[in-house]
């Protein structure tokens, strides 16, 4: 996990948890999370798949203001995978907007997302 300094050395202003959840997707390019994953992996706790969701949409749809604020021809590079999560991807272009299919992680138990 990186170090609570390297947030405040970043030209987004993001905050330590939008930090780290830019670093979880961005340390697995192109590999698809559910919002479940992302909140066991983040937070360390399991999603009974209700309103916790909502905190990881809330979180990214902050990072990607914050991103576009300082530049808004920066890409999105993290993607939404529709009805699963999100995935990060560094060959973005800001001009591709459709979410293709990515590898999926999925773990039994798990509800779907």
């Known amino acids: 996990m990186p170090s609570k300094e390297l947030c405040y050395l970043n030209p987004y ?3 330590a948890m939008e930090f ?3 670093h979880f997707l961005a340390s697995h390019p192109g590999e698809s999370w559910s919002r479940q994953q992302i909140i066991e992996k983040i937070w360390g706790w399991k999603s009974n798949c209700t309103s916790e969701e909502r905190v990881v949409e ?3 749809g902050q990072i990607r203001k914050k991103m576009a604020k300082v ?25 591709d907007r ?3 299919t990515a590898s999926i992680h999925t773990k ?4 779907a997302g």
Not at 89 to 95: F, L
Request: proline fraction near 7%.
């Open 13 to 15: 202003k993001l905050t």
């Open 20 to 22: 780290k959840i830019l």
């Open 58 to 60: 809330v979180h990214i």
């Open 71 to 95: 530049d808004a021809t920066v890409p999105n590079f993290i993607q939404t995978v529709r009805d699963y999560g999100y995935r990060f991807d560094p060959n973005m272009r800001s001009e």
């Open 98 to 100: 459709a979410v293709e």
């Open 108 to 111: 039994p138990g798990w509800c």
